[in-house]
């Protein structure tokens, strides 16, 4: 039975492909579902995708991934740059954690240039779009494999 990952997106990020097109690309957010399942094939885990623009709901599903030691690729969004409350559930994690960004925020502005999340993650995937996301399930697939986090 393959290990199910749970890829969580926050807020805006059902409106890719209409939102800022010239900063974050025309992939859709099916698109980017699609990427997901297409990684997770390939590297024989299971993915459940999923966004919300709710931040009470984003740490909700972080707490079912601790409790049920789940590992998670997480899209915090704009909450990376200030949720007090997102970076306190994820440092409860039992399991991986990889913080996913498809642009890169370290070269925007500066209020993007602060992660709250990122020191409590496993590590960081920004800047290659799509992609991002495939090297996010790969690093997951690796940690799962040398049984760190
Ligand atoms: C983002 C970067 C964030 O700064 C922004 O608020 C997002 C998307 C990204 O994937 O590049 O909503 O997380």
Redesign the pocket.
């Known amino acids: 039975m393959s290990i199910r990952v749970l890829v969580l997106n926050?807020?805006?990020?059902s409106r890719l492909g209409a939102r800022e097109p010239d900063i974050?690309g025309t992939a859709s957010y099916d698109d980017l579902v699609r990427v997901c399942h297409e990684a997770a094939v390939e590297l024989g885990l299971e993915v459940d995708v999923r966004q919300t623009d709710d931040e009470a709901e984003l740490v909700s599903w972080l707490h079912g991934a601790a409790d049920t030691h789940t590992p998670v690729v997480l899209?915090?969004?704009?909450f990376?740059?200030y949720s007090y409350a997102l970076r306190d559930a994820i440092a409860m994690r039992t399991a991986p954690l990889i913080e996913?960004?498809?642009?890169?925020?370290a070269a925007?502005e500066t209020f993007?240039q602060i992660s709250v999340v990122a020191p409590v993650a496993s590590g960081t995937i920004?800047g290659f779009g799509l992609d991002?996301y495939r090297l996010a399930l790969r690093a997951v697939a690796t940690l799962l494999a040398t049984g760190a986090r």
């Open positions: 926050g807020p805006n990020l974050y899209n915090p969004a704009a990376t740059h996913v960004h498809l642009t890169n925020p925007r993007r920004a991002s």
